[in-house]
């Protein structure tokens, strides 16, 4: 019983560190979180509760068309 305790302890502080980690690195990348992603965004990452980290799409520059 002691040891259900003590595990349980651990993981309710375990918990927000690890979701916190997720949306740094949705900040990272330069994403933010949202429930989903717009037309002009793509998925990068996932975010705390079930949230998307979504990204602008860059449009490539070295594309020329050269007739």
Known sequence: MRTFIVLS???LFVAPAK???F???CQKLGG???HSCEKNQ???ALCQKTLRCC???QPC???REDD
């Open 32 to 34: 933010r979180c949202r």
């Open 42 to 44: 793509e998925f990068v």
């Open 9 to 11: 302890a651990v993981l």
């Open 19 to 21: 979701n916190a980690f």
């Open 55 to 57: 990204m602008i799409l």
């Open 23 to 25: 949306d740094d690195k």
């Open 61 to 63: 520059g070295n594309h």
